[in-house]
């Protein structure tokens, strides 16, 4: 299992909220052949993810069936912009 997707819906006026959560070891399947670190850094410098309140690049996040977690914490940029440039 890599992770989990958790939708805010929006309301007539804005469109849902996706947030991605990657477990750490779907993290390193991703990033296989990369440095997963440099990686990460490079997710949070682009704003794609969100780092945790230490500083860290995961954030401990209760998932369903698993509990407390340390995660990668993703947010719908990361796939790209629907609307053109």
Known sequence: MMGFR???KGD?????VVTFYVLP????EICKGFDSRKVARLC???GWL??????RTQ????????????????N??????????
């Open 44 to 46: 949070v410098d682009a």
């Open 25 to 28: 070891s779907g993290w390193k």
């Open 59 to 74: 954030n401990s996040i209760r998932l369903p069936e698993i509990g407390l977690k340390r995660v990668y914490q993703f």
């Open 50 to 55: 969100k780092p945790g309140e230490d500083g």
């Open 12 to 16: 007539n006026v804005t469109e849902p």
């Open 76 to 85: 719908t940029q990361v796939l790209g912009s629907a609307e053109p440039e």
């Open 6 to 8: 958790k939708v805010d």
